[in-house]
Structure formats: C-alpha cells, structure tokens
C-alpha cells in the first residue's frame, strides 16, 4: 500500500515538472517568433499599417478557434490531445516566414494563433488539474515559466537575427526542436479520459457567468500588462527625455520583473491565498500606475513600471486557476477567460496610443492606474481554493477525483 502511494506521489511530481516543461516549450515559440517580424515584414514587403493588421489575426484565431480545446480534450483525453495541439502550435511557427505576401501572411497567422490558443487551453486546464492533486499553488509558477520560454526564444531569435540567419531556416529548425521536446515532455502529464457515459462540452458555448466575471478582472490585468510592455520604453523617452538605452532598459526590467515574480509567486499564493496576494498586487500596481503618472524624473516612473509588473504578475494564472474550477467543464471556462485576455492584450496597446493621440501618454496610463485600481476592488471573485489531495486513509493523489479539460478519470 505504502509502495503505490509513493508511486502515485512520483508520478505527480513527474506530472507537475511535465506541465512546467510543456509551458516553457509553449513560451519558446513566442519568442522565436517576435524577434523575427521585422525580416517577416521585409520579406513579405507590407507596410507598418500592414503589418499591424497582419499581427491581429493571431488574437483574431485564438479567440475563435479556443472553444475547440474542451471537445478535442473529451474526444482524445487529455494526454493525446495536448501533445497534438502542442505539435500543431510549434509546427505552425514555421508558417509565418514562409507567407510571401500580405494575404498568406495573414493567413499563416490566423493558423499560428488558433493553435497557439487551443494549445494554451489544453496546458492550463491541465496545470489546474495538477495543482489540485498536488494540493498547493503552482499555476504562477507555470506561466513564470512560460515567461523564462519566451526569453528562451527571444534570446535564440536574437543570435539568429544578429548572425543573419534566414528567418524560414531559423523557425524550420526551431519547430522541428520544439515539435521533438513537446512530444517528449508530454509523454509524463496526467492523462486524464472521459467518462463513456459523459456528454461532450459544447464547442462554441458561452462559457459560465462565473468565467466572465474572473476574466474582467484578468482583464484589468492584462491591459496594465501589454500598455507597460508596449509603451514603457516610449513613455520614458518622450514624456522623460530619457535616453533610448534608458528607455530600452525599462521594458527589459519589466519583462524580468514579471518572470521572476511569477516563478516565485506560488509561495505567495500559499501563504497568503489567491484573494489577497491579488488585493494586495493591486494596491502595488495601483501605486505603480501613480509613479509613473507623476514621475518628476526617468528614475521614479521605472520605478512605477516595476511596480506594475510586481502588481499584477501573478494575476492571470490565478484567474485561470480559478476559472478552471468555477464549472463543471474547466476548458470552456478557461477558454472563456482566456478569450477575454487575449482580447485585452490586442486592445490596450492601441487604445493608450488612441489616447495619447487625443490627449497625452500621461493620461493613457492615468487609465492604466484606475484599471488596476479594479484589481483591488474584484479580487474576491478568486475565491476559490486549491482543492486538497485525498485526505482518506492511504488515498494517493491519483485517487482524486479528476477535473480537467472537461475530463473525468
């Protein structure tokens, strides 16, 4: 007895290192695809305003295509259906490089991002259900290293770009890597089935009340999210008069800023709950948005950046966390959040730039500094716990009941 609960205890460690890789391969593909898009944009030839209708079809198949993840997961269980929609995610960043125009470009990106938001259902519903087993925080920790992912390919795609390497060579030989790593990796996740007599998941339901109330606080957070990492660097430049290596700098601690504090948020989360840590994240991001609005030199408003990126670094994991347990079918609620998100991040960078337009960059991020106020004011709609391992005699942490990707053991 003692010998298969020390089994099942190995095997859900081996579960929970599965999941982190999965999310760090995830992260690696987004890096090796953004420091590329400027060779992207000369070899297909668009224009910047192009290009910027180019880089909205990604959010555009993410948010279409995601509600599909809980009806793959039923049909296939949850093991197969990650490793093939994480195969088709890497795969697809071979895509992009190849579009010789505007039109196939948007194309090949519609494909990359209705992939890359199935692929992320999958992996967060999964990672609830791991952390449900393990009886602990761990979802921060997991898009801590999707984060360390995406510097991962970032730091790959600026040695290819600095040696001149042709972007279609580069993605080619990166999805083939990183095709091989997720199917290794995948092969040790909790493979979770449905129950034969279980009715699938809608695939284009709405997803429950409860969702959407968590994902308009993801919400807030991801908007202070992409208008800091997107205008930071060009607040301290124009509204500062700080230097452009100053400037540069600025987006790069926040980037840090925000895998750091997601790696180690999990010990916050266990010590303090999810309501609190995020209640409290928002008073920090809260008097980030302050800093930067009143900031008398470049020095404070960095300041105020960090804070920001403190503040509201662990937020989303937590919403999918408690997304992913505020319903029977965890995947068209993560599914929901998750499209709510995605949306938030393609808005706020032309919504502050729409702003500044017609008032000041100060005032865009005056907007940034109320949104995060609302992290204070919605951080109860998280209150919901970590589901605690068996607790029966010798009950090992395989013996719970699962909830997964609209799965059932």
Known sequence: MATEADDGVRQLRRARIA????????????????????????????STGQLGLALAFPAIGSSLMMPLSGAITHRFGARRALRGLLALWTLALALPALAPNLYTLCAALFVFGATSGMSDVAM???????????????????????????????TAGTLAAHLGVDARVHHLVAAAVLTALGALVCGAVLDL?????????????????????????????????????????VYLRDTMDASAGLAAASTTAFTLTMAVVRIAGDKVVDR??????????????TAGGLGVVL??????????FALIGLGVAVVVPLAFAAAGRSGRHPS????????????????????????????????????????????????DVLRTGVRARSASGGGTPEAAPARSTGATQ
């Open 193 to 233: 089935r449905s129950a034969p007599d279980e009715a699938p998941p809608p695939r284009f339901a709405r997803p429950p009340r409860a969702a959407l109330v968590i994902g308009l606080v993801a919400f807030c957070a991801v908007f202070a999210e992409g208008a800091s990492l997107d205008w930071s660097a």
């Open 332 to 379: 068209q609620a993560i599914a929901g959040v998750a499209t709510i998100t995605y949306t938030s991040g393609l808005i706020a960078p032309s919504t502050i730039g729409g702003i500044a337009d017609l008032t000041s960059l100060v005032a865009s991020f005056g907007l940034v500094t109320v949104l995060a106020l609302g992290l204070v004011a919605g951080a």
């Open 272 to 285: 303090f709950g999810a309501v609190r840590t995020v209640r409290w994240g928002g008073v920090l991001a």
């Open 124 to 154: 967060n519903a999964l990672g609830v259900e791991t952390e449900n087993r393990l009886g602990r925080s761990i979802m921060s920790g997991l898009h801590g290293m999707w984060s360390a992912g995406a510097l991962i390919g970032s």
């Open 19 to 46: 999941i982190a890789a999965v999310f760090c391969v995830h992260g690696t593909v987004t890096g090796n695809f953004a420091t590329r898009v400027p060779w992207i944009q000369d070899h297909t030839g668009v």
């Open 295 to 304: 900031a008398p030199a470049p020095a404070v408003a960095m300041a105020g």
